[in-house]
């Protein structure tokens, strides 16, 4: 007799239509956990169908606080897992009381990177795992002598501070044979 797969709520404060970083990663979560779990992606819990829910995924501390604090009044922490996404590292966790509440209602927490280990309050280090971001590996394409292709991916917003690549761009010589491109979008007229 096989067990009944769990059911996943991953909550995610951004929409398909944003198509920003969170959204991709409950999305590629969703994915990877299909066969595993029946998994479902909301901007907001609890919902019609929240007394189903026996996992939630809660995707930045921030932005999805008052989903965490839902499940947590309703369900305690049992179940509650939260992913630390870049803002809630730098800066949200060293000046937000709501980001650093959510931490502690959470069982498990999760951060995309080692190195985000040590931006956490020591006190929620040890519920911390580090889940690596990746994807299938790619075929290697042949190689034009004639330029270097870089590519900056990323919504164009302050904190993600594009000021650098556009000094770093400045700082190359039109004849070095270096194209630059950005996938994404401007988020302010100021980006634009």
Do not use: F
Request: a positive charge; glycine letters at 4%; hydrophobic letters at 45%.
């Amino acid at each position: 007799m096989h067990a009944k797969p769990p059911r996943i709520v991953i909550v995610c404060p951004a929409s398909a239509e944003a198509n920003n970083g969170n959204w991709r990663t409950a999305r590629r979560w969703q994915t990877l956990l299909r066969g595993h779990a029946q998994v479902r992606i909301v901007q907001h819990w609890p919902d019609a169908q929240a007394a189903r829910d026996e996992l939630m995924l809660a995707l930045h501390a921030r932005k999805s606080a008052p989903a965490a604090q839902a499940w947590h009044a309703a369900r305690g922490a049992h179940g509650l897992g939260v992913v630390l996404t870049g803002t809630d590292l730098y800066p949200d966790i060293t000046r937000d009381a709501l980001a650093l509440r959510t931490l502690d209602l959470a069982d498990s927490l999760v951060v995309l990177q080692p190195q985000a280990l040590q931006a956490l309050p020591e006190a929620a280090r040890s519920r911390a795992q580090v889940v690596l971001q990746s994807c299938p590996t790619r075929p290697t394409l042949a190689k034009t002598a004639q330029r270097l292709r870089v590519v900056m991916v990323g919504h164009l917003r302050e904190e993600k501070n594009p000021a650098m690549l556009w000094r770093a761009v400045r700082a190359i010589p039109p004849t070095a044979g270096i194209v630059v491109e950005h996938i994404g979008q401007a988020l302010s007229p100021a980006m634009a």
